[in-house]
């Protein structure tokens, strides 16, 4: 059968809309115990992906639907992910001051690699505590183009408050 010329295929961003929203439609919200195991299992450093694997989590659809639902839980999930990339962070630190003491050379390419990697991921995990925002200056019309990296954000240096 052939299709109606006017019929319009769906759009694939408000199909992936549609499914998530179906799929945290049938997840159950997380209780308090649960919550509260996967707050801590974030600040350690832990993914939402990394904790729903592990038998007996909740599933990662009852994570965001409580995500949504519930304000207070919204803030302590994105606090404990910035806690959690701090700690990725110092662990990335921890190795490189290790690997410069030994003045391994191998060693400190590993560090410094193992550094950029963690860096590049806790930009993306958590934008606004260590996300850069690169700056153009210049015109379209003009031959250069200056760019500037600075911090998003000035919550990257401040120390933990929780």
């Known amino acids: 059968m052939a299709k109606a010329p006017n019929a319009k295929k769906p759009n694939v961003v ?21 919550q509260a195991l996967v707050l801590a299992l974030l600040r350690e450093g832990a993914t939402p992906l990394e904790i729903v694997r592990h038998k007996g989590m909740p599933s990662l659809a009852s994570i965001w639907a409580t995500r949504d639902a519930d304000a207070k839980f919204k803030v302590d999930f994105d606090n404990a992910v910035a806690n959690g990339a701090r700690a990725m962070l110092a662990e990335a630190q921890e190795l490189a001051r290790d690997a410069t003491v030994s003045n391994d050379p191998d060693a400190v390419r590993v560090a410094d690699m193992y550094m950029r990697v ?9 934008p606004r505590e260590f996300g850069q925002l690169v700056k153009l200056a210049g015109d379209a019309d003009q031959a250069a183009i200056t760019v500037q990296v600075v911090n998003f954000s000035n919550r990257a240096t401040e120390p933990d408050k929780g």
Do not use: C, F, H, W
């Open 14 to 34: 408000q199909q992936g809309r549609t499914i998530r929203e179906t799929i945290k439609a049938g997840a159950k919200p997380l209780d308090a115990d649960r």
């Open 118 to 126: 963690t860096q590049s991921y806790v930009e993306k995990l958590a």
